[in-house]
């Protein structure tokens, strides 16, 4: 008994040196270390023989795994397709080529060590860098001793293969981050502090002493100066006006840009006309700060992709069946009535007929329900299911863009665009008051002082444009909405821009998906029913569902929690149906009722996913598992439902109505048996009746509902990911938080009233003396940055500390891994 | 005092030429990946590795 354990031990200790996981009953020993599978072993070969074990030495077990290494050698045959990788490259002269590769594994030093030094694995790679945020590799070479198809066959033979899917081919390229901000920020910047220099002499009579001349000098340097604030770094805000004006609306930028052109204009004529000082450096400074603002409020996570649709998930080329040949062909080319072969772990591309006996499809892209379908010949397979077994045949059926799930992509709702972008803002809708109000003072001013003084009256009116220019009003709603979204993705809860919090706040109803979103495979509820097991039965059970990588083993894993597993032989795993072993020359089985040929008869507790125990071909036991609701959700509903009125949709059918009723009580909606359109629909009547929807979703199926809800939320256990498209991505483990996002957002929305409050005190202050003709530049220059700065300040300090106090500003627990 | 006509000159056209290298390192990618050089500076140094220069990020 002694010695079993001790080896055991042993056996634990050993683990693979490529990749760190433990090497089992088949692990190699070659060259002095322990290698898991033949595949790490090949890594290393490769490594070895071109002097790159270096790479074991960056990190301890850098390498991925590689059990699951496809081994066909033509799979990488449609990267000779021309079409395709003229799509693929970045450029190409007479000499060289460059591509960009997206490699999801790349995770340590090490990785980009390695990655770096491809030119080492062959002559024809020129170099190669890579972007570790983005896990991107560029790859420059020589096309005329390596091709592209060649490249990635390197790349996946030391276990780096780059993911190319369908989307890479659709968009020419990604949109370039936008630089223009920052040029123009820096513009600003640059102009901002030297005419802050030179506007020294105006405000500190001592100056005087450089005499007249100087002071001109000074004052044209300024005119030159604010050239490029006035032409360039201002553009975007005449634009934004004029596209106002043009649609007879009011937004922030109208007073920004009246504002702008005021200060301009009248500087200009006080310095050229009439020999006095003008208000440039003021202008300097308020492009500065409004740029400022704007740039922080850009805060983007760029790891994340908000934007996906299935082309991003779907294979770049599928196996063509053609007089029983292979041939490896574009998705593009892929016509109805083709026969496709799609291997284990490969996706089916496009709706089809399954040609084979059986097949077993996980469609956990689709539903967020990662144990796999058992389907029989002749069954419609759907596309975005991902077969698990052996390679099956398929008849196609419809193209892949016209698919059950696809076709969600040709909704109405797809097309219009940015149409929920044009919800006024809180900010747009105040500025239209806001101007209307400053222009009535500046008029009754100019009125008042024209019967005295007209000079006077035109210098008050304008004053009055000048010293309320809404610069403080501009800022606190990027600065605060900026903030807000930092301190969500402390908190893992990521959104695509900050028009999302206004929206967020608005909301008024809230729609949940049920598997994936609500449930998680991680928090499976697993009962068993049959024969008490025994220590040693456990041992023996345990041990076998170590064997398989079956999400139903692993939960049964969990389940049995730690104990030591027995010594098993023979060990097989028959796809689809289950395990067998020989434990002391008894026949061990766990597995579907098929597997025994166990008729499926207790229709009684016919729910959820069951699996059967068998010894010697006798059923003792059944272990029940039903999709178990993730933390935290009874609480948070219990939370939401006053202030909001809930709904679930499920695809499933309703043998779990009970269970959820339970846990979430009866004030959440359930609707079962929904399909995706189903649930697009939904949402749209709930819109009808002028509700604020969001939704909370996670797979393919819900991103009809995601897209057209004002606010959809995407949730994933693993944030970089599969994700549909959406507004946020939030991590499955922070899902109970929402209440206090969407109480946050709310606060995010007082934060930005309040202080408006302040900005308008100062506006007050300001037209106090505008109206009356005293307006100095000294007074704009002080005023000016001290308005901005303090209501950024008191922004940020606010919604931190509101934050803090809510212990959602907690150290960042982001990890790029 | 008549320096200072060819002092300011001169303070305007370093400026400006800080304005101009900054303008160089964001198109030339500087700022597009700022996590990797980092990892990258501490291998040994076996290939050929650029440093990556600092530059200001604005200039007055």
Redesign the interface.
């Known amino acids: 008994m002694e010695n079993t354990s001790t080896e055991k031990e042993k056996k634990q200790q050993t683990t693979c040196y490529h990749c760190g996981e433990p090497c089992d009953n088949d692990g190699l020993y070659h060259d002095g270390k322990d290698f898991c599978c033949s595949g790490c072993r090949t890594v290393y070969d490769v490594l070895s023989e071109n002097d790159l074990c270096d790479y074991y030495n960056l990190a301890n077990t850098p390498g991925n795994n590689q059990k699951n290494r496809a081994t066909r050698d033509n799979r990488f045959d449609y990267l000779d397709d021309k079409e395709i990788s003229e799509k693929l490259i970045d450029f190409r002269d007479e000499d060289q080529t460059h591509v960009t590769f997206y490699v999801p594994m790349v995770h340590c030093a090490s990785c980009i060590w390695l990655l770096e030094n491809l030119n080492r694995l062959d002559q024809g790679i020129i170099s190669s860098r890579v972007d570790f945020i983005k896990k991107k590799v560029q790859v420059k070479f020589q096309q005329e001793y390596i091709g592209l198809k060649d490249i990635v066959a390197l790349m996946a033979g030391i276990g780096y293969e780059p993911a190319i899917n369908l989307s890479d081919l659709n968009v020419g390229k990604r949109p370039k981050m936008d630089r223009k901000l920052i040029y123009k920020l820096a513009v600003a910047g640059f102009c901002f502090g030297n005419m802050m220099f030179f506007s020294l002499p105006e405000y500190f009579s001592e100056a005087e002493l450089l005499g007249p001349g100087f002071k001109n000098l000074f004052r044209y340097l300024n005119v030159l100066l604010s050239l490029p604030v006035f032409f360039y770094a201002a553009t975007d805000y005449y634009q934004s006006a004029w596209l106002a004006f043009k649609n007879r609306t009011v937004n922030m930028d109208v007073p920004i840009a009246m504002g702008i052109i005021t200060l301009f204009v009248y500087s200009l004529v006080g310095i050229f006309l009439l020999g006095q000082e003008g208000y440039l450096d003021t202008l300097g400074g308020l492009l500065f700060f409004l740029l400022l603002g704007k740039w922080y409020q850009q805060k983007t996570f760029d790891t994340l992709s908000f934007d996906r649709d299935y082309t991003a998930y779907f294979p770049i080329a599928v196996t063509r069946l053609k007089k029983d040949q292979e041939e490896v062909i574009p998705l593009t080319k892929v016509q109805v009535g083709d026969i496709i072969r799609v291997r284990n772990e490969e996706l089916v591309p496009a709706d089809s007929i399954l040609l084979n006996e059986e097949a077993s499809i996980d469609y956990s892209f689709v539903t967020g329900e990662e144990v796999p379908v058992g389907l029989k010949k002749g069954s419609l397979i759907y596309a975005g299911g991902r077969q698990k077994g052996p390679a099956i045949n398929l008849a196609v059926q419809k193209s892949p863009s016209q698919g059950y799930l696809t076709d969600l992509w040709n909704h109405e709702a797809f097309s219009k665009r940015e149409q929920k972008d044009s919800l006024a803002s809180l900010a747009n809708r105040i500025s239209g008051k806001f101007t209307f109000t400053v222009l009535l003072i500046a008029f009754s001013t100019l009125l008042y002082w024209s019967m005295y003084d007209f000079s006077m009256g035109i210098r008050a009116f304008t004053a009055v444009l000048i010293i309320t220019c809404p610069c403080a009003l501009a800022m606190s709603t990027p600065f605060t909405l900026g903030n807000i979204m930092r301190i969500f993705g402390k908190s893992s809860f990521y959104l695509k821009n900050s028009q999302v919090i206004e929206k967020l706040a608005a909301v008024d109803t809230l729609v949940f998906d049920k598997t994936g979103t609500l449930t998680s495979p991680a928090n499976a509820k697993i009962r068993y029913e049959g024969e008490k097991l025994s220590d040693e039965t456990r041992g023996v059970l345990k041990a076998l569902v170590s064997y398989s990588v079956h999400p139903l083993s692993n939960r049964i894993n969990r389940y049995l929690g730690q104990v030591s597993p027995a010594d098993l032989e023979k060990v097989e795993e028959i796809p689809g149906k289950g395990l067998t072993a020989t434990y002391k020359s008894q026949s061990i089985a766990l597995g579907a009722a098929s597997l025994m040929e166990l008729k499926p008869d207790d229709a009684v507790n016919s729910r959820g996913n069951k699996v059967y125990f068998f010894v010697e071909g006798v059923h003792l036991g059944t272990f029940f598992i039903d999709s178990g609701i993730r933390n935290g959700m009874g609480k948070m509903v219990q939370e939401l439902k006053n202030r909001f009125d809930l709904h679930l949709l499920s695809g499933d059918l309703d043998h779990e109505r009970q269970i959820l009723e339970r846990e979430l009580g009866n004030e959440i909606h359930m609707y079962f048996q929904q399909s995706p359109a189903d649930k697009l629909s939904h949402i749209e009547r709930l819109q009808h009746s002028s509700k604020q929807v969001l939704m909370v979703g996670d797979g393919l199926n819900d991103a009809g509902a995601l897209r057209v809800s004002q606010v959809g939320i995407a949730v994933t256990d693993n944030i970089s990911h599969f994700s549909p498209a959406s507004d946020a991505i939030l991590d499955g483990k922070k899902l109970s938080l929402l209440p206090q996002f969407l109480d946050f957002a709310d606060t995010g929305r007082k934060v930005i009233k309040a202080s408006f409050v302040l900005s308008f005190a100062y506006n007050a202050v300001g037209i106090y003396y505008a109206v009356q003709g005293l307006v100095s530049p000294v007074l704009c220059a002080i005023l000016m940055p001290a308005s901005s700065i303090s209501v950024v300040l008191f922004t940020t300090v606010v919604t931190n500390l509101l934050a803090f106090r809510r212990g959602m500003n907690q150290k960042a627990t982001e990890k790029w891994k | 005092?008549e320096v200072?006509?060819i002092l300011?000159g001169i303070s305007?056209v370093m400026?400006?030429c800080f304005?101009w290298l900054?303008?160089k390192a964001?198109?030339g990618g500087q700022f597009?990946?700022q996590?990797?050089p980092a990892?990258?500076i501490?291998?040994?140094n076996k290939?050929k590795n650029k440093t990556n220069k600092k530059t200001p990020n604005?200039?007055?």
């Open positions: 005092m200072i006509f300011i305007l400026a400006g304005l900054f303008f964001m198109k597009d990946d996590h990797t990892i990258r501490l291998f040994e290939t604005k200039s007055e």
